[in-house]
């Protein structure tokens, strides 16, 4: 497994950053993000693969590097927590930062012994 350094400057933040992010927080194992537009990613995967990955989330004006490091680093004002990939119906371990929601079942299974609620009435 692989520690990256993934940093990125878009375009057009307000329309493409938390896409980007959600794509990051996808590519391995566990991520971190010590600042706004940095991660840490631990992977399997190649520097090209990641590349490929997230590509398809940035415009031509966005910029992205992705660089393997070492896990030592220094920092200032900022600190470095790790977070697992969330992945729906795994369970997870008893010392884990990753909380489990439940899938939230559609409309039409509503179960019978539920009933529906009704609206609220202005007074």
């Not at 693969?49 to 992205?64: F, I, K, M, N, P």
Request: with cysteine; proline share 6%.
């Amino acid at each position: 497994m692989r520690t990256y350094l993934v940093s990125y400057d878009l375009a057009k933040p307000h329309l493409t950053k938390h896409v980007v992010a959600q794509a990051i927080m996808s590519l391995g194992s566990s991520w971190a993000r010590p600042l706004e537009n940095t991660w840490y990613v631990r992977s399997e995967e190649s520097e090209e693969t990641l590349e490929a990955w997230l590509s398809r989330y940035l415009e031509a004006e966005d910029g992205l590097l992705i660089q393997p490091v070492k896990e030592e680093a220094v920092m200032t004002n900022t600190s470095l927590r790790w977070f697992r990939q969330r992945r729906a119906g795994i369970d997870v371990a008893e010392h884990t930062n990753v909380i489990a929601f439940p899938v939230i079942a559609p409309l039409a299974t509503e179960r019978a012994d539920e009933p529906e609620l009704p609206f609220a009435t202005a007074c």
